[in-house]
């Protein structure tokens, strides 16, 4: 079983509709969840960052953690096609090295 | 631009030559972190460095690969004797200290590498 499991997609949804991106993991002793937005030829962006389980919600992302459930998820309300991307979900242990999700390619559909 | 800047942006090397790929962090950050992203793969820790030190090189390959990073100008990632399957993005971040609290990571756009 792999550290960190991400559905590839393509997902397509229509412009202003809730998109949901989720990763689960393995390794209960991850402390830190991120995720990062990467347009095509650019570098990973960090939008989300949270150490406890629960919700965070900055602006139109929100990113819950479920320690419990070792799952993580990402919304994102009234979707633009500027969101259109490949998102990244990504965590660490305590002082250590980021593992990434393979990342889930979005397309936000005028 | 005060963000991490890659260079170069593309870099084409012929199998058995030697690659350089060079990494300058964001004002004020002297931790580097070096990371592959081949096609449809997620970004894969290499290495870890400090001005000087070498931190943690758990995710280099062992042979071929070595990066740097010293006093004085950017961090360097160097492949010999590139072969194609070193083809892939180089990406650079860096972090004001150690991953720690809330110390993210900052990225460069990256450097393409093709191996004809």
């Known amino acids: 079983q792999k550290e960190v499991e991400q559905d590839p997609g393509p997902l397509s949804v229509p412009e202003g509709a809730i998109v949901s991106l989720n990763c689960t993991y393995s390794?209960?002793?991850?402390?830190?969840f991120m995720w990062y937005r990467q347009y095509s030829r650019k570098g990973p962006e960090l939008l989300m960052y949270?150490?406890?389980?629960g919700n965070k919600e900055d602006g139109r992302f929100t990113a819950q953690v479920d320690k419990s459930s070792k799952y993580i998820s990402l919304f994102i309300r009234d979707s633009q096609p500027s969101d259109s991307a490949t998102y990244l979900c990504?965590?660490?242990?305590?002082?250590?090295?980021?593992?990434f999700g393979k990342g889930t390619r979005l397309h936000i559909l005028p | 631009n005060a963000g991490v800047m890659q260079n170069p942006r593309h870099l084409v090397r012929r199998r058995g030559q030697e690659a350089r790929l060079r990494c300058s962090p964001m004002k004020g950050h002297s931790h580097v972190y070096w990371y592959r992203q081949l096609p449809e793969e997620g970004l894969k820790f290499m290495v870890y460095?400090?001005?000087?030190?070498?931190?943690?090189e758990s995710g280099m390959p062992k042979e071929r690969f070595s990066a740097e990073f010293p006093k004085e100008g950017p961090s360097i990632l160097r492949i010999q004797q590139v072969v194609r399957g070193d083809s892939a993005a180089y990406f650079c971040?860096?972090?004001?200290?150690?991953?720690?609290?809330?110390?993210?990571?900052?990225f460069g756009d990256g450097t393409r590498l093709s191996i004809l």
């Open positions: 390794n209960s002793a991850f402390q830190y």
């Open positions: 949270t150490y406890s389980s």
């Open positions: 990504a965590m660490r242990y305590r002082d250590d090295k980021i593992i």
């Open positions: 971040a860096s972090s004001r200290g150690r991953l720690d609290g809330n110390q993210p990571q900052h």
């Open positions: 460095l400090q001005k000087e030190n070498i931190i943690d």
